[in-house]
């Protein structure tokens, strides 16, 4: 009885110290993962900053480019309304004289389709 004793002994230490082995295992595992985690996000934060400042590059340059073309596209805009006006002042008196001739010259003429009536 004393051997089945120790016999059963033995077997509920080597299923203690299993156990505890499992136990230390999954500590292990999630001591692992945890890390592994803070690592990852730690690598996604780099990343997310990385990619922030070329987005900010990027935008800063197609910003400025933009700059450049609405500056271009506005001296454009006042040099053409410039030149019309001036066009306008230059040609007016001349437009209103010929308008007036036009207007005012008049030569009356039966129209070729009045038939007369008699």
Do not use: W
């Not at 910003?63 to 500056?71: E, H, I, L, R, T």
């Amino acid at each position: 009885m004393t051997s089945q004793s120790q016999g059963i002994q033995q077997l509920l230490q080597a299923e203690k110290r299993a156990k505890d082995k499992l136990e230390e295992a999954k500590k292990r595992k999630g001591k692992r993962l945890k890390q592994a985690k803070e690592e990852a996000l730690a690598e996604i934060d780099h990343y997310r900053l990385q990619r922030e400042k070329e987005f900010r590059s990027k935008q800063t340059n197609v910003m400025g480019s933009q700059s450049n073309v609405s500056a271009k596209i506005e001296e454009q805009t006042t040099a053409t309304v410039r030149r019309l006006t001036s066009s306008y002042h230059k040609n007016m008196e001349s437009m209103m004289r010929k308008l007036l001739n036009t207007i005012c010259d008049i030569n009356p003429e039966v129209h070729q389709n009045f038939k007369l009536a008699i």
